[in-house]
């Protein structure tokens, strides 16, 4: 069971929806971390430092999820793949920076409260859309 959940290539939509919040949870510390690190230590606008901080988590999540999560060590031009990959996320991005603002600014949450929220509702889109648009897998299998 071990081997089937971290180690052995699957298209199982369970076990790589496993994998994937277990990549997404890493990329998101690393997230959280530069959040913080740019906006309380650093001084930037939260919603500035939103942006900063999504890049460097995007670099983790991109490196984790094509070799581990969807196993696409084989995929033969990585600048196209990588841009598809980052058009995904900076959809994710939007919908991060709209909720950040909508939680923070309107409902006055703490910045990061609003973006643990925030993470949980765009995990699922960035995880369906990378299965289905980038990946070309169909929902169940």
Known sequence: MINKLF?????????QLFRYVF???TAF?????FLYFFSDIC?????????????ISV???????TKWVFNQDN?????????LFLAISTI??????ILLY???????MYYLISKIISAIIVLFWNFLARRVMFYGKNFIK
């Open 7 to 15: 180690k052995d290539p699957t298209d199982n939509i369970i076990i």
């Open 23 to 25: 990549v997404g949870g």
């Open 29 to 33: 510390a690393v997230d959280f971390f």
């Open 43 to 55: 001084g930037i606008y939260y919603l500035i430092s939103a942006i900063f901080s999504f890049i």
């Open 59 to 65: 670099l983790v999540n991109y490196v984790m999820s």
């Open 75 to 83: 995929i033969e031009n990585k600048v196209v793949e990588f841009n």
């Open 92 to 97: 994710g991005l939007v919908f991060t920076e």
């Open 102 to 108: 909508l939680f923070t600014d309107v409902l006055g």
